[in-house]
């Protein structure tokens, strides 16, 4: 299955894969080169940890390049008064009052400490496109389900997002 991301997730990955290519490769690679010359490399553990390093970072660039290469490019675009990627949304949960606030957004930026919910987990795919003062219901499995009323809905731009999370 391909991953969803918006044109802006995209520009944001290239960014971190350009930043790691250019300023962390470098250092790591410098850092492998210095501990390689403290000697017996069996027992040296900063070479070791010098490489894991590098390896990582190695990984999350080719991790990243992969995303790009077979993602589904989706828009982020909406209507005014509808719910769409991007946008932040104030819910009232039906069942006991409480006000929660998210944000709609691709999965690889998904992170629901933070208040950032996917567009493809429950709640993510029954609000995209409800408009505020709807009652959605969201239905968790086949057989738990809640409802939320739509209290208020930001359009919120992009920028407020700076970075793809780290994995």
Do not use: C, W
Request: overall charge negative; cysteine-free; hydrophobic content about 30%.
């Amino acid at each position: 299955m391909y991953d969803e991301l918006t044109a802006s997730d995209i520009q944001k990955m290239q960014e971190e894969i350009e930043y790691r290519k250019l300023v962390v490769r470098p250092k790591a690679l410098e850092e492998v080169k210095e501990t390689r010359a403290h000697g017996d490399l069996s027992e040296n553990f900063e070479y070791h940890a010098a490489k894991k390093v590098k390896n990582q970072n190695e990984s999350r660039i080719r991790y990243l390049e992969r995303m790009i290469r077979t993602a589904r490019v989706i828009s982020e675009e909406s209507a005014e008064d509808e719910v769409g990627i991007n946008n932040t949304v104030t819910v009232e949960f039906v069942d006991d009052g409480s006000v929660e606030t998210y944000r709609i957004v691709t999965t690889v930026r998904g992170n629901s400490l933070e208040g950032l919910i996917s567009n493809e987990s429950p709640m993510g795919k029954a609000l995209l496109g409800k408009k505020a003062g709807d009652t959605v219901h969201i239905q968790v499995n086949e057989s738990a389900g809640y409802d939320v009323r739509i209290l208020k809905l930001e359009k919120t731009s992009d920028e407020s997002t700076d970075r793809i999370r780290s994995f």
